[in-house]
């Protein structure tokens, strides 16, 4: 039978006291709609549909359109009312999969093998098990079956007392939902049209409905705030890290790096402490990452060296080169193998050759250096005249003195010497040193003012 996903997004969040709302708070980097929407798309569905309303076109807006469809639900008059607006493009031969907005960290096992164990024409609720099951709805059983879901404000004492909740995961057959869902009424404590109510429904109709135990309730967990978003953010990073680390990856210790979006890696990779990874980053083999790094969007050639407390974004590196300490890499660095950058050393969109070294205190912007090169402590390359960029080219084998001034536009031939302190304003021919300073003079017998007496 085809699938429709249907996935709950209106709900306000009020308890995230946020401005941005529940579904676009983000986890691992990833609004938690997103990590949702991930699953959706790995259990191949033929058909997602995802149910908005809070935030308004902020939601769609945000998350992108990859061919779901989008329902609006104007008023939040609760889940069965929200799943009801994902009705009328649900076609009647297919089963229907409800997932919540909030709940990020469901696995496609688990909703592979409730896809599995429910018949076509059965009904199945995503159950676990809580020590505290304060505030969820209940899982009321006769037998094997479940037979009904209490909501917690609706409950009865002994009621109140069944450990087995509801996570709010439901599958059906569409044509079924669409009949209980017109039937629903808002009799209930919190006037709301609830999706629950369908489970009794179904039972009346003599639907075998089916309770489906989760494996743990870390993957089940809805985030309604702040503390549970946290907390569901060390799950999820716990989760990364042991695939990394099943996959060979070293951490100095496992709870301190954040993953926000996909770390690939090479074999005998090592990460020490406070590294955070975003975007989309591959670490070669052999590559070392030391203590407290940001690496956004870039790929790390192997055996590259990243010392403590650097930045890098947009970068690419071959073999073998070091990085920092306190280096900064930003969007258009490319740098191919055995390339050295020092302390206190910012890369904007250049190319730096082989084996070339930029060690200490310096700015590459706009820059093609050839291979060899190497650029001494305290060098600008001035690529800016405050309207345009503008780009600076040093050749093979050039040498550049410390605290030099390079005015792009302007070229560095190959095997050139510059001198220390010069500002080169025109170009400066192959083999030769140039030197851009003015000339060192010394006053003769020159005396130091004295203090007047007053
Ligand atoms: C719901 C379930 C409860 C379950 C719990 C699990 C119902 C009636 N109750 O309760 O049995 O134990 O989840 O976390 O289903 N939403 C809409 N439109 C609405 C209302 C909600 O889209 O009008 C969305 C929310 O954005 C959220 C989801 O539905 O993603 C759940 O809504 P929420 O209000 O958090 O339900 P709970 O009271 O937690
Ligand atoms: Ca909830």
């Known amino acids: 039978m085809p699938l429709t996903i249907i996935i709950l997004a209106a709900g306000q969040g009020t308890r995230m006291r946020s401005s941005l709302p529940k579904v676009l708070q983000p986890l691992a980097g990833q609004p938690l709609l997103g990590h949702v929407l991930g699953t959706a798309r790995e259990l191949l569905a033929d058909d997602v549909c995802v149910v908005y309303g809070h935030g308004g076109e902020r939601v769609p807006e945000t998350v992108g359109d990859d061919g779901m469809r989008w329902t609006l639900q104007a008023e939040q008059l609760g889940t069965g009312h929200a799943v009801q607006q994902a009705m009328p493009g649900t076609p009647d031969g297919n089963r229907a999969l409800v997932l919540f907005g909030d709940v990020p960290l469901l696995t496609t096992g688990t909703l592979r093998r409730l896809l599995e164990q429910t018949a076509g024409d ?3 609720v995503l159950t676990v098990e809580m020590d505290d099951p304060t505030g969820y709805g209940r899982i009321v059983r006769e037998g094997d079956n479940v037979v009904g879901i209490v909501e917690q404000k609706d409950a009865t004492a002994e009621q109140q007392a069944i450990r087995e909740i509801n996570t709010g995961v439901m599958l059906c057959p569409a044509s079924r939902l669409r009949a209980w869902l017109d039937n629903l009424g808002n009799d209930n404590v919190q006037g709301e049209y609830y999706l629950t109510d369908v489970v009794a429904m179904a039972v009346t109709d003599g639907v075998r409905v089916r309770g489906i ?8 967990m809805g985030i309604n705030d702040k503390k549970q978003l946290a907390e569901a953010e060390r ?13 060979g990856v070293g951490f100095a210790d496992p709870a301190r790096v954040d993953i926000r979006g996909k770390l690939e890696c090479g074999t005998d990779v090592f990460i020490d402490v406070n590294a955070v990874f975003e975007g989309e980053v591959y670490l070669g083999d052999g590559t070392k990452i030391e203590s407290n790094n940001l690496v956004r969007d870039s790929r790390l050639g192997p055996a590259t060296i990243v010392h403590s407390n650097c930045h890098i974004e ?4 071959g073999q073998g080169c070091e990085i920092g300490p306190f280096a900064r890499l930003r969007p258009g660095a490319e740098l191919a193998d055995n390339v050295k950058i020092g302390n206190f050393v910012e890369v904007k969109k250049s190319t730096i050759a082989d084996g070339s070294k930029v060690n200490h205190l310096t700015y ?5 250096i050839g291979t060899g090169v190497n650029v001494g402590a305290g060098t600008i390359t001035c690529n ?23 005015v792009a536009p302007v070229e560095v031939g190959a095997g050139a010497t510059i001198g220390a302190g010069s500002t080169i304003t025109k170009s400066a021919p192959a083999g030769e040193l140039t030197i851009g300073r003015s000339k060192q003079v010394t006053i003769k017998g020159w005396s130091k003012p004295v203090k007047k007496e007053k």
């Open 364 to 368: 590459i912007g706009d820059s093609e």
């Open 314 to 317: 947009g970068a690419t590196t």
């Open 213 to 220: 135990k989760a494996d743990n309730w870390t993957e089940v």
């Open 235 to 247: 799950a999820l990073q716990a989760r990364l890290v042991d695939e990394l680390m099943a996959a």
């Open 384 to 406: 800016y005249d405050g309207a345009n960029k503008h780009k600076t080219t040093i050749g093979d084998n050039v040498f550049i003195g410390s605290g030099v001034e390079l």
């Open 122 to 124: 059965e009904l199945a």
